[in-house]
């Protein structure tokens, strides 16, 4: 079973950039597809963006495209998920997941063991 903890949330102004990380432990992080998840109050859990094993594969939600960068460092046991161009609609709890399977998947379910989250604040 691996363990997995979120870092690099904060308070920041709209335009500004974070970087996020997500350190496992208990298993090789090379071992699970990784993905990033959000979660704004009031609002159901929200696919962010999704990186495969190797890092070689990427998939992001449509509205993260282009402004939110997956990535991996497996020899780190780390996955980030570095934000630019952030926008109050963008805050929310931020959280990475670990999926077992072999397909890269969108869907919340699919993943198997999830960080604590961090908090993700952007004011206008």
């Known amino acids: 079973q691996v363990q997995l903890v979120e870092s690099g949330g904060g308070l920041v102004q709209a335009g500004a950039s974070l970087r996020l990380s997500c350190a496992a432990s208990?298993?090789?992080?090379?071992?699970?597809?990784m993905g990033w998840f959000r979660q704004a109050p009031g609002k159901e859990r929200e696919f962010v963006a999704a990186?495969?094993?190797?890092?070689?594969?990427?998939t992001y939600a449509d509205s993260m495209k282009g402004r939110f960068t997956i990535s991996r460092d497996n020899a780190k046991n780390t996955v980030y998920l570095q934000m630019n161009s952030l926008k109050p609609e963008d805050t929310a709890v931020y959280s990475c997941?670990?999926?077992?399977?072999?397909?890269?998947?969108?869907?919340?379910?699919?993943?198997?063991?999830w960080g604590q989250g961090t908090q993700v604040t952007v004011s206008s």
């Open positions: 208990g298993r090789p992080l090379s071992s699970y597809i």
């Open positions: 997941a670990a999926e077992r399977g072999a397909v890269l998947t969108t869907t919340a379910r699919s993943y198997d063991y």
């Open positions: 990186i495969g094993r190797s890092g070689s594969l990427t």
